[in-house]
């Protein structure tokens, strides 16, 4: 691989371990260098910060992985291949966190740090120090390929939420839907969640503003009068925006202070993103 010439300072890193600030400060350095700082050419950022290689490999073991020296002068990125290119991305980037992070290193006796599937998607600080690095890693990812110095100023921030706009997000950072999702939740500031499921039954689901949690477990089955369950079309479609019974899904106490909208998109395989936009009742 060929870098771009990019240039990092990574001793200007060095003095913070909060992933947020880490992007910004990577991000500080770069924009200068390139003519259109979106979509973040990651895999040459990678390189300039001081990994060798990076390299795809066809397993099943692992989503990502990371062999670095004692002092994180260098270091080589693993990357299971993927078919969707916004899933390597995410990934090198993911693993670039742990390798910019000064306290993100491999387990005792261990030669490289390998991530799963399900350390993609640490969230939280968790009740171990893996998934709160884990965490982090994620964190830094997000901010690293939507920096929030960039997003927040994006006409697309503002207004009422759209599926629309998350489609525009992600097509501009060049993410995952999911990951545009859930950095659309952080930063837009309105009121609404975004629901992610798979053949009428809940994934997980992630909030914006002040909306109240859903009130669903993880393989739920949703209302089948939901317009997420009702919806048809093509992969691709994109409801209009439909009053839904707020009793779907909040608890009751919250069902009776917020009025709902949905707005789904249909995806492959049977997953569709529900946007639940929320609106709270005046209280006398």
């Known amino acids: 691989m060929t870098s771009r010439s990019l240039v990092v300072d990574r001793s200007d890193l060095a003095d913070t371990a909060q992933p947020d600030q880490l992007?910004?400060?990577?991000?500080?350095?770069?924009?200068?260098?390139?003519?259109?700082?979106l979509p973040l050419p990651i895999v040459d950022v990678a390189l300039a910060?001081?990994?060798?290689?990076?390299?795809?490999?066809?397993?099943?073991?692992?989503?990502?992985?990371?062999?670095?020296?004692?002092?994180?002068?260098?270091?080589?990125?693993l990357v299971r291949a993927a078919p969707y290119a916004q899933r390597s991305r995410y990934t090198i980037a993911h693993e670039l966190g742990h390798f910019v992070?000064?306290?993100?290193?491999?387990?005792?006796?261990?030669?490289?740090?390998?991530?799963?599937?399900?350390?993609?998607?640490?969230?939280?600080?968790?009740?171990?120090?893996?998934?709160?690095?884990?965490?982090?890693?994620?964190?830094?990812?997000?901010?690293?390929?939507?920096?929030r110095s960039r997003i927040a100023k994006l006409p697309l921030m503002t207004g009422s939420p759209e599926i629309a706009r998350i489609l525009a997000l992600q097509k501009l950072c060049d993410v995952s839907k999911e990951a545009a999702a859930r950095r659309y939740a952080e930063l837009h500031g309105g009121d609404f969640a975004i629901v992610f499921s798979k053949d009428g039954k809940l994934l997980y689901a992630v909030r914006g503003g002040d909306f109240p949690w859903v009130d669903l477990k993880?393989?739920?089955?949703?209302?089948?009068?939901?317009?997420?369950?009702?919806?048809?079309?093509?992969?691709?479609?994109v409801s209009d925006q439909e009053e839904s019974d707020p009793s779907w899904w909040l608890r009751d106490r919250d069902a009776r202070q917020w009025s709902l909208w949905e707005e789904v998109l249909l995806q492959q395989g049977g997953y569709r993103m529900t946007l639940l936009l929320g609106e709270k009742e005046e209280s006398d």
Do not use: W
Request: glycine content about 10%.
């Open 101 to 147: 992070n000064l306290r993100h290193v491999a387990p005792p006796g261990a030669e490289r740090l390998l991530c799963s599937k399900d350390d993609l998607k640490a969230r939280g600080e968790g009740l171990s120090a893996r998934h709160g690095m884990e965490a982090q890693a994620n964190e830094f990812a997000a901010c690293v390929l939507m920096p």
């Open 23 to 37: 992007a910004e400060l990577l991000i500080a350095q770069l924009t200068p260098q390139l003519p259109e700082l």
């Open 218 to 237: 993880a393989d739920q089955l949703l209302f089948r009068d939901s317009t997420t369950r009702t919806f048809t079309g093509t992969e691709g479609d």
């Open 49 to 77: 910060c001081g990994i060798l290689e990076i390299k795809a490999l066809d397993t099943d073991a692992f989503e990502g992985g990371l062999i670095q020296d004692e002092a994180k002068k260098h270091g080589y990125i």
